[in-house]
């Protein structure tokens, strides 16, 4: 099972809203509901950041949101902050009942 | 809320066997689920493992099928990844994670660093 693929970095000034996408394929994205989003700072261990596509955990920002169209899911975080600098992760479900995790997004805040 | 201590890493020689340690503090549904996620120094998170709740069903990764078995102690406050055949390959840190759903991980543990070097 590949990685899922997502753009190596993504950048924005504080307020601006960026958006990382993550594509897969029909064997995983395309098919399940199930994408989750992580969020990941230097030294830390991952967050749980959106999962089902776009549901957020008590306590997430909804400045967090995500959404999938066919083989392809992103997250939008509005109203950067400094605090979002940090790498971020897609992940999903795949047919051969595993899971995959995307390439992994480095969210720099200009 | 449940919490997770990972434990058992260290430095390894190719070839060898080494058994990590996941042990599960706080209350666990029925419907949860402990998965392994590995993390090669300065590389992205691979899945690795998942084990039911019950610990009836067990699920792996291509890359560790055949070398790697998860398992869980009776009292299922403990979650084991057994792994032979350790190869450089395998050199990261290891988390485990609570599944909460489907790809629901919301709770982890802070990692213990598995080296294998000659």
């Known amino acids: 099972q590949s990685a899922l693929t997502q753009p190596a970095s993504v950048s924005g000034s504080p307020g601006q809203s960026i958006t990382i996408s993550c594509t897969g394929s029909?064997?995983?994205?395309?098919?399940?509901?199930?994408v989750s989003w992580y969020q990941q700072h230097p030294g830390k261990a991952p967050k749980l950041m959106i999962f089902e596509v776009s549901n957020r955990p008590s306590g997430v920002s909804n400045r967090f949101s995500g959404s999938k169209a066919g083989n392809t899911a992103s997250l939008t975080i509005s109203g950067l902050q400094a605090e979002d600098e940090a790498d971020y992760y897609c992940?999903?479900?795949?047919?051969?009942?595993?899971?995959?995790f995307g390439t992994g997004t480095t969210v720099t805040v200009l | 809320q449940v919490q997770l201590v990972e434990s058992g890493g260290g430095v390894v020689q190719p070839g060898t066997s080494l058994r990590l340690s996941c042990e599960v503090s706080?209350?666990?549904?029925?419907?949860?689920?402990i998965h392994w996620v590995r993390q090669a120094p300065g590389k992205g998170l691979e899945w690795v493992s998942a084990i039911s709740y019950d610990g009836i069903n067990k699920y792996y990764a291509d890359s560790v099928k055949g070398r790697f078995t998860i398992s869980t102690d009776n009292s299922k406050s403990t979650v084991y990844l057994q792994m032979n055949s350790l190869g450089a390959e395998d050199t990261a840190l290891y988390y485990c994670?609570?599944?909460?759903?489907?790809?629901?991980?919301?709770?982890w543990g802070q990692g213990t660093l598995v080296t294998v070097s000659s």
């Open positions: 992940a999903s479900r795949t047919t051969s009942v595993t899971h995959v």
């Open positions: 029909n064997s995983d994205i395309g098919t399940y509901k199930y």
């Open positions: 994670a609570k599944d909460g759903g489907v790809l629901r991980f919301d709770s």
């Open positions: 706080g209350f666990l549904s029925r419907g949860d689920g």
